[in-house]
């Protein structure tokens, strides 16, 4: 094995996805893709509908015209959405990591007339380190603003990140209200050879948004 510290492997990544699987005067059938450890129900993820004509989350001054608990603790399932769904209206859809429309970090996006659907959602992705830091990039959703939310980056030791642990991992808060950025973790992070490592981007304030986990990157050194 070589003393150098460097990554062993390409790193894997997992998202959180949404996808139209029906549609009718009644409302919409979606499936959801979390995390694989998320329990959805437990940490009342919830998915969003407003009325739209472009693919952009309305994040403030518009209320949904509807919402729906996510019902079951399945990283992978579906639910319907009950509203008055008329196709000449389009609309966009959020699925949030909690009861909270700004941690929505998927979204779909249904034109007028029956066009073809549009899926977005937040990554994070790139890792590069030392022994004594880790940098990631990360993707939000268009006009999201990630520092005013208070996003944040935490490190984990392991192929998951722990959102039902009460240590707090070492973290760093995004910087910049921009779409596309980086984050550089740095307090209390010792990276060391032949290990695994996970790093999180998270919707909501440490710790009461500890399990509103985006996406992941795993990698190993």
């Known amino acids: 094995m070589s003393d150098k510290l460097m990554a062993s492997s390409a790193p894997t990544l997992q998202t959180t996805n949404l996808e139209l699987i029906d549609r ?11 995390y694989d450890t998320n329990l959805p129900k437990t940490n009342k993820n919830t998915v969003y509908v407003w009325e739209a004509n472009q693919d952009v989350i309305p994040w403030t001054g518009k ?8 019902s079951k603790d399945q990283s992978i399932g579906s639910e319907e959405i009950a509203f008055d769904y008329q196709p000449e209206f389009g ?3 959020g699925y949030s990591v909690a009861n909270d429309p700004t ?3 998927a979204s779909l996006y ?5 066009a073809d659907t549009e899926t977005k959602h937040v990554t994070v ?11 990631v990039r ?7 603003q990630p520092s005013t939310n208070q996003n944040w980056c935490g490190l984990w030791k392991g192929p998951a990140v722990d959102t039902r642990g009460t240590v707090q991992p070492p973290l760093a808060v ?3 209200n921009n779409q596309d950025g980086s984050v550089t973790i740095k307090d209390g992070v010792k990276i060391t050879i032949g290990t695994t490592y996970t790093v999180g981007y998270l919707m909501l304030p440490w710790e009461a948004g500890k399990t509103s986990l985006a996406s992941t990157v795993t990698f190993s050194t």
Do not use: R, W
Not at 125 to 135: E, G, H, Y
Not at 138 to 144: E, M, Q, R
């Open 174 to 176: 995004v910087p910049f």
């Open 125 to 135: 992705s790139s890792p590069t380190f030392s022994s004594d830091f880790v940098k």
């Open 91 to 93: 609309y966009i859809v």
């Open 63 to 70: 209320a949904p015209i509807a919402s729906k608990l996510i």
């Open 103 to 105: 941690a929505i970090c």
């Open 110 to 114: 249904i034109p007028a007339n029956g």
């Open 24 to 34: 009718s005067a009644a409302g919409i059938l979606v499936q959801y893709m979390t």
């Open 138 to 144: 990360y993707h939000v959703l268009p006009d999201y």
